[in-house]
């Protein structure tokens, strides 16, 4: 009888003991990346960024974030993710409009033609003369030419190039939503991005 009393008594004590924290509900991908969208979309430091995306994918390019891990941190959320360019053009486009960028006006127009072959050919002529006064320089640039051509040359609209990988960001809830807040990683790289 004592043994019944004594898991008679657990029983109602543990009905009485406080509940279990209820589970942690995590936001959705698609809430998250609507959240970093909006911050992206906002920032007045992402401006050039948003123009480099802009040149790169065409008006009808965006950037797509790939949601990796999702942690929680005491009311808020850490992201990790990367950031991928959707081609709303062919990569050659893309390459003619930013290496037409990377050309003065008044050189520009000197060329014969508006092509990526023009602008390109004119690009690594630059980076034969700055041998001679900027060994460095000059390496940088044809370094980024073979990138960027590796990269987009052969793309048509619609295919996808990560372009910035291992970002983190984190995510607080608000009355309208989430909220986005960039983190800085020290394992943040960018991919297929002029430098």
């Known amino acids: 009888m004592p043994r019944i009393a004594f898991v008679a ?5 543990a009905g009485c003991s406080p509940s279990a924290p209820p589970p942690v509900a995590y936001p959705s991908d698609a809430q998250i990346s ?39 941190r005491q009311g808020a959320y850490e992201a990790r993710y ?3 360019l959707v081609m709303g053009q062919s990569g050659a486009q ?22 990526v072959l023009a602008y390109e050919t004119w690009l690594k002529q630059q980076a034969e003369a700055l041998k001679k006064t900027s060994a460095p320089q000059a390496a940088a640039l044809n370094n980024t ?7 987009y040359r052969d793309l048509q609209a619609g295919a996808e190039v990560p372009v910035m990988l291992g970002l983190g960001a984190l995510i607080s809830p608000e009355r309208n939503g989430l909220y986005a807040e960039k983190l800085a990683l020290p394992d943040t790289t960018a991919r297929c991005l002029p430098a």
Do not use: W
């Open 82 to 84: 990367d950031a991928v």
């Open 9 to 13: 008594a657990a029983l109602l004590m």
């Open 94 to 115: 893309s390459l003619q409009a930013l290496y037409a960028s990377m050309i003065p006006e008044a050189e520009r127009t000197k060329l014969p033609e508006a092509s």
């Open 145 to 151: 030419l073979e990138m960027l051509g590796k990269c």
């Open 34 to 72: 609507a959240a970093l969208e909006t911050q992206f979309a906002s920032d007045r430091n992402s401006a050039a960024a948003r123009e480099l995306i802009r040149t790169l994918g065409g008006d009808k390019g965006k950037l797509r974030f790939q949601i990796h891990h999702v942690i929680y």
